[in-house]
Nanobody
């Protein structure tokens, strides 16, 4: 089992910044990827940014504005969000993928990010 706890969401004006944190614990020895997804009202959940072996992948909509990073010593993955836009408003979820012959995804409870215009 893997447990994920997000924090750092809130209300911010357009152009502002937020930093999300996700602390992971449990059986993370075979974690192949960890990152952030988001879901806006009435929309599907979508990839925002993910740390993978050798680098990171970003959604086109956030490239140049968001940065994902991982602190292995603190078992924490961060999402630094700059120049936020109203369309970034969503619930942001942390997801970890454990690969043990097959992939199993674990999700956090989510944190709300609201960007006002």
């Amino acid at each position: 089992q893997v447990h994920l706890v997000e924090s750092g969401g809130g209300l911010v004006q357009a152009g502002g910044s937020l930093r999300l944190s996700c602390v992971y614990s449990g059986a993370t020895g075979s974690m192949s990827a960890v990152g952030w997804w988001r879901q806006a009202p009435g929309q599907h959940r979508e990839l925002v940014a993910v740390v993978i072996t050798g680098g990171a992948n970003y959604a086109d909509s956030v490239k140049g504005r968001f940065t994902v990073s991982e602190d292995n010593a603190r078992n924490t993955v961060y999402l630094q969000m700059n120049n936020l836009k109203p369309e970034d408003t969503a619930v942001y979820y942390c997801k970890a993928t454990i690969s043990v012959g097959y992939d199993h995804d674990y999700w956090g409870q989510g944190t709300q990010v609201t960007v006002s215009s």
